[in-house]
């Protein structure tokens, strides 16, 4: 089981910055992928960025690529998104998400977080 949770969510305005944090326990992450994926209201849930934890490659879904980017802190076992250039259309709820790897990178999750608001005002 790996255990995982979100933080750094909040209100921005456009052309603002975020970093989401999140939280990683229960398992060594050498063989995850991790993952942020957001849902707005009304649509479905989508992938937004992946990381694979023991190599450091990265994956990002288009609509963010050049804006958003997915590390991690090693010794901390912590991952997080820096989010530059924030749109309206970013608004979301933001989940950070592990999975064996294996998968795809947009999809076969097994382990989520809560989830955490962040919303880019006009």
């Known amino acids: 089981q790996v255990q995982l949770v979100e933080s750094g969510g909040g209100l921005v305005q456009a052309g603002g910055s975020l970093r989401l944090s999140c939280a990683a326990s229960?398992?060594?992450?050498?063989?995850?992928?991790m993952g942020w994926f957001r849902q707005a209201p009304e649509k479905e849930r989508e992938f937004v960025a992946g990381?694979?934890?023991?190599?450091?490659?990265?994956s990002y879904a288009g609509s963010v690529k050049g804006r958003f980017t997915i590390f991690r802190d090693i010794a901390k076992n912590m991952v997080y998104l820096q989010m530059n250039s924030l749109k309206v259309e970013d608004t979301a709820v933001y989940y950070c998400?592990?999975?064996?790897?294996?998968?795809?990178?947009?999809?076969?999750?097994?382990?989520w977080g809560q989830g955490t608001q962040v919303t880019v005002s006009s």
């Open positions: 990381l694979n934890w023991s190599g450091g490659s990265t």
């Open positions: 229960g398992r060594t992450l050498s063989n995850y992928i």
């Open positions: 998400a592990a999975q064996i790897i294996g998968g795809s990178w947009s999809r076969d999750y097994a382990y």
